[in-house]
T-cell receptor
Framework: NAGVTQTPKFQVLKTGQSMTLQCAQD?????MSWYRQDPGMGLRLIHY???????DQGEVPNGYNVSRSTTEDFPLRLLSAAPSQTSVYFC??????????????FGSGTRLTVV | DAKTTQPNSMESNEEEPVHLPCNHS???????IHWYRQLPSQGPEYVIH???SNVNNRMASLAIAEDRKSSTLILHRATLRDAAVYYC???????????FGEGTQLTVNP
């Protein structure tokens, strides 16, 4: 089925470790983004991309890196994990052209715990 | 980004209509009104969006006030599967981001 695929679904890291959260979409969407959701709160934008080779920061970018080498993939890297990065991470994509007329498609999330 | 205001929570009975309100008094003329919902332990799901006219789709209806300063998401017959957090979001024409508030937690009673 077409959609946004996130891996892994669950991850436990030790403080200081690094890891990459994977996000892939097969809908040829130009726009991709990463959000985090802390317990009882709405989603906050981390980074986003409007196409291959183009990325920009969102509301809470510190401690995260992204790159966009292909249209399909938008990985999120945690450089040195901290307990404050314990959260659920969602990837989303959307067509870019006249995008305000389209909804976002979200992945099912990665639940990350940093101990 | 213009802000939206929603009630923290609402309750409904199964098979009854639900009207979820959203205020967006600072909306600009070209902002689209989007609604998403998030079921427990899942990612947000697109529900509906509109600009000026009322909109209907298989999931819900969106009623937009004439001055566009408020809107209402209408679920015509609530089911237990509609229990979720519903987010009302304004989407700028030139922006690429969705800014989520805290949404409305809808509880559906059997």
């Amino acid at each position: 089925n077409a959609g946004v695929t996130q891996t892994p679904k669950f991850q436990v890291l030790k403080t200081g470790q690094s890891m990459t959260l994977q996000c892939a979409q097969d809908m040829n969407h130009e726009y991709m983004s990463w959000y985090r959701q802390d317990p009882g709160m709405g989603l906050r934008l981390i980074h986003y991309s409007v196409g291959a080779g183009i990325t920009d920061q969102g509301e809470v970018p510190n401690g995260y890196n992204v790159s966009r080498s292909t249209t399909e993939d938008f990985p999120l890297r945690l450089l040195s994990a901290a307990p404050s990065q314990t959260s659920v991470y969602f990837c989303a994509s959307s067509p870019l052209t006249r995008q305000m007329r389209y909804g976002y498609t979200f992945g099912s999330g990665t639940r990350l715990t940093v101990v | 980004d213009a802000k939206t205001t929603q009630p923290n929570s609402m309750e409904s009975n199964e098979e009854e209509p639900v009207h979820l309100p959203c205020n967006h008094s600072t909306i600009s003329g070209t902002d689209y009104i989007h609604w998403y919902r998030q079921l427990p332990s899942q990612g947000p799901e697109y529900v509906i969006h509109g600009l000026t006219s009322n909109v209907n789709n298989r999931m819900a209806s969106l009623a937009i006030a004439e001055d566009r300063k408020s809107s209402t998401l209408i679920l015509h017959r609530a089911t237990l599967r509609d229990a979720a957090v519903y987010y009302c979001i304004l989407r700028a024409t030139s922006g690429s981001r969705l800014t989520f508030g805290e949404g409305t937690q809808l509880t559906v009673n059997p």
